[in-house]
């Protein structure tokens, strides 16, 4: 199994988000997450003509979105270009609504008890 679908699969499988919230830690990668998002396939040459870096420093923050399941990776002859991929994200979101979720609930039983303690 490649590093790639090995991180994949844990995301998925797992439930371990911290890779997919790692590889959007990252302002670089946070923006070229942001170009892809809009559904267009893009090469990395054009990801980069607007960055600040190189083409191989372009393709390692996106070699870090594709371990996440945040981006795919598709060969077009000599070229590589990358797409969005919502399904991590998806999941992710839910994960996030389940901890908020905990945390309304928490600060509701939190309130309870002190407007209790009042009456």
Not at 18 to 40: C, E, N, Q
Not at 59 to 71: I, M, P, S, W, Y
Not at 86 to 107: E, F, T
Request: proline content about 2%.
């Amino acid at each position: 199994m490649s590093k790639t679908e090995n991180n994949q699969s844990n995301v998925t499988n797992d439930g371990d988000f911290s890779v997919i919230f790692a590889a959007l830690g990252d302002s670089t990668r946070l923006a070229l997450f942001d170009r892809l998002s809009d559904g267009k396939p893009r090469s990395i040459s054009v990801l980069s003509d607007d960055a600040d870096m190189t083409r191989q420093a372009v393709t390692k923050h996106l070699r870090v979105l594709e371990a996440a399941g945040l981006v795919q990776n598709h060969r077009m002859g000599r070229e590589s270009h990358y797409a969005f991929c919502p399904d991590q994200l998806k999941q992710a979101r839910a994960y996030l609504d389940q901890v908020a979720g905990r945390w309304d609930s928490a600060l509701m039983r939190l309130k309870t008890f002190v407007e209790g303690d009042d009456g």
